[in-house]
């Protein structure tokens, strides 16, 4: 099993940015589809993204195209979330997760690793 370690989370002012980490651990990505989410308090988890180890194709929550972008790290088995241009209404935890299964990547019930979540909060 791979067991996903998120790190990077913080304060930021609106407008800024951030990167997000997420390393394996117990074994590689390869093979797995990795994907990021969001909770917000109150709201439902919230598809992000994701990114498929094999070849590195990605795919984005239409809230988030053009400004978060999702990258991987071969050589350190890591998955980054480079968020830009961040806004208040991106305040939430987000967590990485992983699933051997690329179809159904926007749907959380279909991952099977989770994270422990890291808080990013933006002011206003």
């Known amino acids: 099993q791979v067991q996903p370690v998120e790190s990077g989370g913080g304060l930021v002012q609106a407008g800024g940015s951030l990167r997000l980490s997420c390393a394996a651990s117990g074994r590689t990505f390869s093979g797995y589809t990795v994907g990021w989410f969001r909770q917000a308090p109150g709201k439902e988890r919230e598809f992000v993204g994701a990114i498929r180890w094999s070849g590195g194709r990605t795919d984005y929550a239409d809230s988030v195209k053009g400004r978060f972008t999702i990258s991987r790290d071969n050589a350190k088995n890591t998955v980054y979330l480079q968020m830009n241009s961040l806004k208040p209404e991106d305040t939430a935890v987000y967590s990485c997760?992983?699933?051997?299964?690329?179809?159904?990547?926007?749907?959380?019930?279909?991952?099977?690793?989770w994270g422990q979540g890291t808080q990013v909060t933006v002011s206003s």
């Open positions: 997760a992983a699933q051997i299964s690329p179809t159904y990547y926007f749907d959380h019930t279909n991952y099977h690793y």
